[in-house]
């Protein structure tokens, strides 16, 4: 799995951001990596099985993959065995503090899984 993170409505790059893929069925476990200095993210060697992809960074509302408002949760990501999925877009939005639970996400996924 591989992909960036830029903050939304430019193209500038988030760099240091917390990336985390969640096994579904136990949050506890999974894998976690950060963006380098261009925004690009890599997970190598995932298990297949039911996932949630989350991006976070001090500043910036969390994200799950798939999510479309703030009370909602973000889509179930399901790998199969081989399966890769490269070129991930992912846009964070800025926090304001009196708005956050209000904003409202794009889905920040730019390809679909499936």
């Given at each position: 799995?591989?992909?960036?993170?830029?903050?939304?409505?430019?193209?500038?790059?988030?760099?240091?951001?917390?990336?985390?893929?969640?096994?579904?069925?136990?949050?506890?476990?999974?894998?976690?990596?950060?963006?380098?200095?261009?925004?690009?993210?890599?997970?190598?060697?995932?298990?297949?099985?039911?996932?949630?992809?989350?991006?976070?960074?001090?500043?910036?509302?969390?994200?799950?993959?798939?999510?479309?408002?703030?009370?909602?949760?973000?889509?179930?990501?399901?790998?199969?065995?081989?399966?890769?999925?490269?070129?991930?877009?992912?846009?964070?939005?800025r926090t304001d503090s009196m708005r956050l639970q209000a904003a409202i996400l794009?889905?920040?996924?730019?390809?679909?899984?499936?």
């Amino acid at each position: 799995m591989a992909g960036s993170v830029l903050k939304s409505g430019t193209s500038d790059p988030v760099r240091k951001a917390e990336i985390s893929l969640q096994k579904a069925d136990d949050p506890r476990s999974g894998y976690l990596t950060h963006t380098d200095s261009m925004g690009r993210f890599a997970i190598d060697k995932i298990e297949p099985g039911r996932y949630r992809l989350r991006v976070e960074w001090s500043g910036y509302v969390l994200q799950e993959c798939g999510e479309n408002s703030a009370a909602s949760a973000g889509a179930i990501l399901t790998l199969a065995p081989g399966q890769e999925a490269r070129d991930l877009l992912l846009r964070l939005r800025r926090t304001d503090s009196m708005r956050l639970q209000a904003a409202i996400l794009v889905d920040p996924c730019a390809k679909s899984f499936g």
